[in-house]
């Protein structure tokens, strides 16, 4: 298997296609052909350093290819001298920035399935389904399609394990309550509460947990706490 990989920026696809490191670091392209080739060591490093920035086996990426055209760089449509092969978009309907085809079924965002008329039987079908449409040159949509790799097709194992990388180790994430731990400058002892910068008392750290004041000092506290843990014992019992 091939130890080439693109470099896939897994925050965020255009529509259902995946975003790829450009070739020598260019930005970010949708455009297989565009997209930079790291060798194993180049795309582990890269793996490392920014977790988001994912490689996938170059080999099994171009397998699953899908060639798509981006509405960006559509031509003018219409009738075209000398042409006699022609494709329909239908209007308004898009995956991402890539339009759909029509095909000898229905829809396809697939262009190699895109099915040819002449321009008079392009009108023809258009008129026969009653809706909005794009008439183009064929060959002027074959010039700006491109190879693109969608997300579903990602395989981690095949990909990404199978293929040499290594998955970098993640910190773990506690989870917390955004308390922070001091001392009741009354009685000393450990109250608990949501402002850093105040040293809560034992009364003001209960009035914040309850949402109201129910215990004006230290001791009316711990009496509570007392007879709680008390009762709690005794059910238990």
């Known amino acids: 298997m091939s130890q080439l990989f693109y470099l896939r ?3 965020s696809n255009v529509g259902s ?3 790829f490191w450009a070739k020598d670091g260019c930005g970010y392209t949708s455009d297989l052909d565009k997209a930079h080739a790291y060798t194993l060591e180049e795309a582990q490093r890269k793996f490392n350093s920014r977790h988001t920035d994912v490689p996938l086996c170059k080999e099994l990426v171009d397998e699953l290819a899908r060639s798509r055209v981006d509405c960006q760089y559509l031509p003018a449509d219409g009738e075209k001298a000398g042409c006699d092969e022609y494709v329909i978009s239908p209007k308004g309907k898009w995956d991402g920035n890539d339009v ?3 095909t ?3 829809l396809s965002v697939n262009y190699k399935g895109a099915a040819v008329f002449s321009y008079r039987n392009a ?3 258009i008129n026969e389904l009653g809706i ?6 064929k060959a002027e949509i074959d010039a700006i399609a491109r190879r693109t790799f969608q997300a579903v097709h990602i395989n981690e194992r095949k990909m990404i394990t199978a293929a040499g990388i290594r998955k970098p180790k993640r ?3 506690h989870q917390t309550t955004g308390k922070t731990r001091g001392n009741c400058p009354h009685c000393g002892c450990i109250t608990w509460g949501f402002n850093p910068y105040e040293a809560y008392t034992c009364a003001q750290a209960d009035a914040e947990y309850r949402g109201f004041k129910l215990y004006g000092n230290c001791k009316e506290v711990k009496r509570a706490k007392q007879i709680s843990k008390a009762k709690i014992e005794g059910e238990a019992a």
């Open 123 to 125: 009108l023809a079908r």
């Open 100 to 102: 759909y085809w029509f």
């Open 9 to 11: 920026d897994s925050r």
């Open 132 to 137: 909005e449409a794009n008439i183009y040159a």
């Open 17 to 19: 296609t995946c975003l």
């Open 171 to 173: 910190k773990r994430t």
């Open 104 to 106: 000898f079924d229905f």
